[in-house]
Structures are given as C-alpha cells and as structure tokens.
C-alpha cells in the first residue's frame, strides 16, 4: 500500500522559512515523478512544484520561483520543499503527490497518490 506522509509545516512570519518533509512507502518511488501542490480555502488545488525521478528536472508555479526549492532523496524515499520568503499568500495545505507518468507534470488529475497535507500559515 502506498503511503505518503507530509511534515513540516506550521506556523510562520512573512518573510521567514519553513521546510516540508513527505516520506513516502509502499513502492519504489526513485523511478517516479514526484511533487507538491497545494489547497487555500475556497479555493482550487494548485500545483507548486514537481521533480523527475532522478532530481534532474524540476518545474515550479511562477509565484514561488527563486523562493521554493524542491528536493528529493531518493535512497531515502524522500521528497522535500525548501520554502523560504515566505508570504501571507502562501498559507494553504500542502500535499505532497506522486505520478507514475515519466514526465513532470502540473495538473492534479495526472497524479496518483496523495498524502493528507501539512498545514503552512503565515502571518503578516
């Protein structure tokens, strides 16, 4: 069974930094596409960032590039999110995500499994 568990995330001034965590099990995921997205309330899920398989491709949302950094482990079956410059804008719940599709992709209905989120909130 595939399991996905995110951590990290809290509470936070703008401007400050926080670092998720999503530990995955159940399968291999080196050979996978793996990703974050994220969910405000009343709104859509969107897509933050996404990383191929081997850490050399990576795609992000134009309002976090040069303040996120995605990572992965993958002798530890690791995914990460660097999030520094934090803003109020990026309070949401932040899910991490896995495709098996080869490709790294930024729509929420590619993707296979999904962990339960971790809750980041910045404060002004």
């Known amino acids: 069974q595939v399991q996905l568990v995110e951590s990290g995330g809290g509470l936070v001034q703008a401007g400050g930094s926080l670092r998720l965590s999503c530990a995955a099990s159940?399968?291999?995921?080196?050979?996978?596409?793996m990703g974050w997205f994220r969910q405000a309330p009343g709104k859509e899920r969107e897509f933050v960032a996404a990383?191929?398989?081997?850490?050399?491709?990576?795609r992000y949302t134009d309002s976090v590039k040069g303040r996120f950094t995605i990572s992965r482990d993958n002798a530890k079956n690791t995914l990460y999110l660097q999030m520094n410059s934090l803003k109020p804008e990026d309070t949401a719940l932040y899910y991490c995500?896995?495709?098996?599709?080869?490709?790294?992709?930024?729509?929420?209905?590619?993707?296979?499994?999904w962990g339960q989120g971790t809750q980041v909130t910045v404060s002004s």
């Open positions: 995500t896995v495709t098996r599709a080869a490709w790294v992709l930024t729509t929420a209905s590619t993707y296979d499994y």
């Open positions: 159940g399968r291999t995921f080196s050979r996978y596409t």
């Open positions: 990383i191929g398989y081997n850490g050399g491709s990576t």
